[in-house]
């Protein structure tokens, strides 16, 4: 029962955790479509439909800050590239710069789960439409974090790794936090354990899985930036 409890806190903790990290970060993007990038506007997490496909650029391109048109669309497919994500060079990297609203990847499977490099069948008690509604909360700071990466000079593909290394670590940590949580919540506590541990284990979740978030943003960030 109480295992089940703290569990079924996961998803939410992860997802409210990453959302808050995202927006606690600088934003240095485009806050107006970009009259010069077509379909720069807003991004819409959520929808379930990605469209369709756009070539891809070369890796010279990539490496020199160009990026499909597809990344300005308000969703884009997972960007499955076919050549490694460029490296970072720190003699490019510079102060924040207005750069254009990046997308969100939407799975191409509406029953896929994804955090980043994470992705899992959803289980059956979630709807399609709550699967959706996980993955824009998911995709929304993913897209921030790839944005800002790009906004200081870090080659798009690079970046996409950042953010998509980034949100696995968060996702991944939150997880293993919450249930590290929850289980020191439950630890005995006399005679008032069987009162108190109901209680206690939601909140240790809860505490767990945003300290386990931060900690696995930032280790997964920088094997995004390395690997």
């Known amino acids: 029962m109480l295992l089940r409890a703290a569990v079924s806190a996961i998803p939410m903790t992860a997802a409210l955790g990453i959302s808050a990290v995202a927006h606690a970060a600088p934003q240095p993007g485009v806050t107006q479509p970009d009259p010069g990038v077509p379909n720069s506007g807003g991004t ?44 970072i060079q720190p003699g490019d990297l510079h102060a924040p710069e207005p750069t254009p609203d990046i997308g969100v990847i939407v799975p191409a499977n509406p029953r896929e789960l994804r955090a980043g490099d994470l992705t899992a069948i959803a289980p059956d008690f979630l709807s399609d439409d709550q699967v959706a509604q996980l993955n824009g909360v998911l995709a929304g700071p993913e897209a921030q974090i790839s944005q800002f990466t790009r906004s200081i000079g870090v080659a798009p593909s690079r970046a996409d790794h950042i953010a998509a290394g980034a949100l696995a670590g968060a996702a991944g940590g939150a997880i293993a936090g919450c249930i590290a949580g929850a289980a020191i919540a439950v630890l005995p506590a006399g005679p008032f354990f069987p009162i108190i541990a109901p209680v206690a284990a ?20 920088g094997a995004g930036a390395l690997i």
Request: hydrophobic content about 30%; overall charge negative; some cysteine.
């Open 202 to 221: 939601p909140p240790g979740c809860v505490i767990g899985g945003v300290i386990g978030l931060a900690t696995g943003a930032v280790l997964g960030a």
């Open 44 to 87: 819409q997490p959520g929808v379930s439909t990605p469209p369709p496909a756009a070539p891809q650029v070369s890796p010279q391109d990539d490496a020199h800050g160009v990026a499909p048109q597809s990344d300005y669309a308000p969703t884009r497919p997972d960007p499955k590239r076919d050549y490694p994500a460029a490296p």
